[in-house]
C-alpha cells in the first residue's frame, strides 16, 4: 500500500464568527497564516481571525500527501524560529511529520479560538470610507482593518493540456490531490513530470506497482540527498542544549547561503562544478549510458530547481520502471499513446505536472482603491513592493508574494522576514494613529526596477529552459535574486517615506464628507 494519509487535525471548535470589523484577518493556514497569527498574537493583536479553505491546517502539507511526499530543506532549518522542535526524526522531515508539527503549533500557540477552518475567501474589496476591508466567504461575509494573505502559490494545480486527458477511464488525478483509495498493487501506473514532486512519488510507489511508465519532458538536474535519522540521543541533546540545535540550524543555512552569495544566481565556473557533481551522482547510479544520456539535462543546472534524491536514479533501473522520453501525443481511454504511436496501456495515470502560479495568486479576486483589480493592477507584471504590499491595495499584505520564493534555502526564512515587516508597520499604525498604509506607487517602481536589475542575466533567464518561475514573458516572478541575509537586510525596517500613511482622523473627514 502507499503512505497513507496525514491523519484529519484533531477538531477544533470554529471560532465564533465576527459581528464587528476585526483588528486582522489571515487567509490560509498554512506556514505563512500561522506564523502571521502567532507572531501578530504575540505582538499583543487579539482580534484577529485565520480563515482556511481546507478542513485542516498545513496548507501545501495538509494537501499534499502524495507517497514519499517530503520536504528538500533539512527540518531543522524548515521550522519556524520561535517555534522550534528538537525531535525531528530524519534530517529532511516527511510530510506526515511537517504537517503534524504544523498542526501542532494551533495548540501550542492556542490558535484555535482564532481558527476558522473549511472556511473559503471569494473576495475582497477595499472600502475607502470606512478604512477597512469587505471580505465574503462562503460562511459569510467579514470586516477587517488589515487583511495578509498567505495563500501561497503553489496550490492550484496545472493540468496538463494533452488532448484527451479526461477520455482516461482509469485513475486519474494530480500528486496534489493523491487519491489514497486507489490500490496501485500490480497496477499499471503512469506518472507524467519529473519534477520535484514525481521524483519522491516514483521511489515511494515503484515497488509496489506492476510497472510504472514516467513520461519525462525535460530530465532535472538531481544532486545527493543524504538524508538520514537523527537519533533519540541526537533528540535528547537539542533537547537539553537549545544552543546546538540553533548551531546545526545556522550551519545548514550558512552553507546553503554559501551558494547564493558565491553566485549560482548566474551562470557561471560554479554552475559548470554543480553540474559536474550532478553527473557524478547520475555515473555512480545508473549503470546504462543510453539511460544516462536520457537523464541528461540539455540546459544548466539552477535554471530550474534542483533537485535531490538517492533514489529517483535506482528506482529508474528497476526491471518495472520504464523512462519514457517521447513527446505524449494523446491520453486515450486506456493509456497513453506517443508522438510515434507507441501505446501504453495504463490503469492510473498520476499528473505530477506541478501548479499554476498565476491562477494561484489571483485565485480570489481582490479590489484595492478606486476599483483597482489585483489581477488588473497585475496586467503588466506580478510584482509587489519588499514582495509583501501593492500600490492601491491599502492595508492588504501578502506572504511569499511575487519574487519572495526561493531555490536555495528555506523559505521559512522569507515567511518570517515579511511576519516581521508587517507587524512593524501594524504597529507604525497603531503608534501614529492610521487608518492606512500603502506603498507609493514610486517607491513599489523603484523597488521592481532594482529587482529586474537583479534579475538581468540571470540564471532563470539564461539557463536555456523554462520552469514555472517564469511569466508568460518568461520573466522570473517567483524567486527572490539574492541571498536571505540581504532580504532580511531590505526587510528589517521599513522606510516610511516609501509609504502612503493616512492618519485616522482623515477617514473620519473622509466619512463625514461623503
Ligand atoms: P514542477 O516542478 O512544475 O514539475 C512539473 C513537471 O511536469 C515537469 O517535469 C514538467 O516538465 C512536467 N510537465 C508539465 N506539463 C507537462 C506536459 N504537458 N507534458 C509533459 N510533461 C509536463 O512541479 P512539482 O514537481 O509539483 O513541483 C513544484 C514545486 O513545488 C517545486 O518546484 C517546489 O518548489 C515545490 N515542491 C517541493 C518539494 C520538496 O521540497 N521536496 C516537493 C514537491 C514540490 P518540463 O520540465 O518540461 O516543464
Redo the contacts with the bound molecule.
Keep these: 500500500m502507499t503512505d497513507a494519509p496525514a491523519p484529519p487535525t484533531a477538531p477544533v471548535p470554529p471560532a465564533p464568527w465576527p459581528d464587528k470589523p476585526l483588528d486582522l484577518l489571515v487567509i490560509g493556514a498554512g506556514f505563512s497564516g500561522l506564523a502571521m497569527a502567532i507572531r501578530a498574537r504575540q505582538s499583543g493583536i487579539d482580534d484577529l481571525l485565520v480563515v482556511e479553505k481546507a478542513d485542516g491546517v498545513g496548507g501545501t502539507w495538509h494537501e ?1 500527501t502524495y507517497p514519499g ?5 533539512p527540518a531543522h532549518l524548515y521550522a519556524l524560529s520561535f517555534a522550534p522542535k528538537p525531535d525531528w526524526s530524519r534530517t529532511y522531515a516527511g510530510q506526515p511529520e511537517i504537517a503534524a508539527y504544523l498542526r501542532d503549533l494551533v495548540d501550542r500557540f492556542d490558535l484555535g479560538r482564532h481558527l476558522s477552518l473549511s472556511t473559503a475567501v471569494t473576495g475582497a474589496v477595499w472600502d475607502g470610507a470606512r478604512a477597512l476591508w469587505r471580505v465574503e466567504t462562503d460562511r459569510g461575509p467579514l470586516e477587517a482593518r488589515v487583511l495578509v494573505s498567505g495563500m501561497g502559490a ?1 496550490h492550484h494545480p ?1 493540468l ?3 488532448p484527451g486527458l479526461h477520455t482516461f477511464l482509469g485513475s486519474l488525478f494530480h ?1 496534489s490531490g493523491w487519491d489514497h483509495g486507489v490500490d496501485l498493487r500490480a497496477r499499471r501506473v503512469g506518472i ?7 521524483i ?1 512519488v516514483v521511489p515511494a510507489i515503484a515497488p509496489e506497482v506492476g510497472h510504472l511508465t514516467l ?4 530530465p ?1 538536474w538531481v544532486m545527493p540527498r543524504n538524508d538520514r535519522p537523527i537519533g533519540p540521543r541526537m533528540q535528547a541533546l537539542f533537547r537539553r542544549l537549545p544552543a546546538a540545535r540553533r548551531a546545526l540550524r545556522e550551519v545548514q543555512f550558512r552553507v546553503r547561503e554559501a551558494r547564493a552569495a558565491l553566485g549560482f544566481i548566474r551562470v557561471s565556473r560554479l554552475t559548470r562544478l554543480a553540474e559536474a557533481a550532478s553527473r557524478h551522482h547520475l555515473r555512480r547510479q545508473v549503470a546504462d549510458p543510453a539511460l544516462r544520456a536520457r537523464l541528461t539535462p540539455p540546459y544548466r543546472l539552477g535554471c ?2 534542483v533537485l535531490i534524491s538517492d533514489d529517483f536514479y535506482p528506482a529508474l533501473a528497476r526491471p518495472n520502471v520504464t523512462l519514457e522520453t517521447d513527446p ?1 501525443r494523446t491520453v486515450t481511454p486506456d493509456g497513453v499513446t506517443m508522438a510515434d504511436g507507441r501505446h501504453h496501456p495504463l490503469d492510473v495515470l498520476v499528473l ?4 499554476d502560479v498565476t491562477a494561484s495568486l489571483a485565485r480570489v479576486p481582490v479590489v484595492g482603491r478606486d476599483g483597482l483589480i489585483l489581477a488588473r493592477a497585475w496586467g503588466e507584471r506580478v510584482a509587489a513592493h519588499r514582495g509583501v504590499a501593492l500600490a492601491g491595495f491599502p492595508n492588504f499584505f501578502m506572504l511569499l508574494g511575487p519574487n519572495t ?1 526561493l531555490g536555495h534555502n528555506s523559505v521559512v526564512l522569507m515567511i518570517e522576514a515579511q511576519v516581521e515587516y508587517v507587524l512593524a508597520c501594524l504597529a507604525e499604525m497603531r503608534a501614529r494613529d492610521l487608518s492606512a498604509i500603502e506603498p507609493t506607487p514610486e517607491a513599489q517602481a523603484r523597488d521592481l526596477a532594482d529587482l529586474e536589475a537583479r534579475l538581468a542575466g540571470s540564471i532563470w533567464q539564461q539557463g536555456g529552459c ?3 518561475y517564469q511569466d508568460a514573458a518568461g520573466r522570473n516572478v517567483a524567486l527572490w535574486p539574492g541571498t536571505v541575509l540581504a532580504y532580511q537586510r531590505a526587510m528589517r525596517v521599513p522606510d516610511w517615506s516609501e509609504f502612503v500613511l493616512t492618519p485616522a482622523r482623515g477617514r473620519t473627514r473622509a466619512a463625514q464628507e461623503s
Aim: charged share 10%.
Design positions: 499534499n511526499a517530503a520536504c528538500d530543506i503553489l496545472a496538463p493540456a494533452i500528486t507524467i513530470g519529473t519534477g520535484a514532486s514525481a519522491q513520461f519525462q519532458r525535460t532535472p530550474k530547481r505524449i505530477a505536472t506541478g501548479f520564493g523554462a520552469s514555472w
